[in-house]
């Protein structure tokens, strides 16, 4: 079963603007993880931020956590065309390192 | 370092036969997984590992078995391949379960079963 859901499934912007995604999640979590996947090829990861935590930066990367909530928000600032790609929230509620991920924002930057 | 390679990249394979799929890293983790990617959905634990020597099932095992015998390699077999196992299968590593958690994925096999 999927744990993290993204929001929105699909996100088609230009060059140069930011783009926001949204993971919501149902469970208590140890940390929540970021990864894209371009198309073909495996994950990478981008950004951790742990449970105790509420806003991260990585370059142009931003992600916060609002556990009273549930949620995460990853945003991309000044997107590029190399930035398109599958982005997948996954979450961490063990301690043996098992991944539970959403079924991925699909983002696609045209020049 | 080439982290983690995945052999093979491809196969197509019949129902009933069966293959292994070989996950080698070369960073010295401590845990190793394997996954599936079915199109529209996230990944799904298939099997996992925190040692040599261990093996435990995740969400979807049912249809794989797994080994660790070498701390740098987790192997994934399938022994009598169903269609429902057509899918793109990642292994990944992770170092330590308190502070480097972040997972370290191969590039994947894609699996087609006919």
């Known amino acids: 079963s999927q744990q993290g859901e993204e929001d929105p499934q699909a996100l088609s912007i230009q060059e140069g603007e930011n783009a926001t995604m949204n993971c919501s999640y149902k469970?208590?979590?140890?940390?929540l993880q970021w990864y894209r996947q371009n198309s073909g090829r495996g994950l990478v990861h981008l950004i951790l931020?742990?449970?105790?935590?509420r806003e991260k930066h990585s370059g142009r990367l931003r992600v916060t956590l609002d556990t009273s909530k549930k949620s995460s928000s990853l945003l991309i600032t000044a997107s590029r065309a190399a930035d398109t790609a599958s982005y997948f929230c996954?979450?961490?509620?063990?301690?043996?390192?098992?991944?539970?991920f959403g079924a991925g924002t699909q983002v696609v930057v045209t020049p | 370092n080439a982290g983690v390679t995945q052999t093979p990249k491809f196969r197509v394979l019949k129902t009933g036969q069966s293959m292994t799929l070989l996950c080698a890293q070369d960073?010295?983790?401590?845990?190793m997984y394997w996954y599936r990617q079915d199109p529209g959905m996230g990944l799904r634990l298939i099997h996992y590992?925190?040692?040599?020597?261990?093996?435990a099932k995740g969400e979807v095992p049912d249809g794989y078995n797994v080994s660790r015998l070498k701390k740098q390699n987790f192997l994934l077999g399938l022994e009598s391949a169903a269609p429902s196992q057509t899918s793109v299968y990642f292994c990944?590593?992770?170092?330590?379960?308190?502070?480097?958690?972040?997972?370290?994925f191969g590039q994947g096999t894609r699996l087609t079963v006919v």
């Open positions: 960073m010295n983790h401590e845990y």
């Open positions: 990944a590593s992770v170092l330590d379960r308190e502070f480097h958690t972040e997972a370290f």
């Open positions: 469970t208590s979590i140890n940390n």
């Open positions: 931020i742990r449970s105790n935590e």
């Open positions: 590992s925190v040692g040599e020597g261990t093996t």
């Open positions: 996954a979450l961490l509620t063990d301690s043996w390192g098992k991944l539970q």
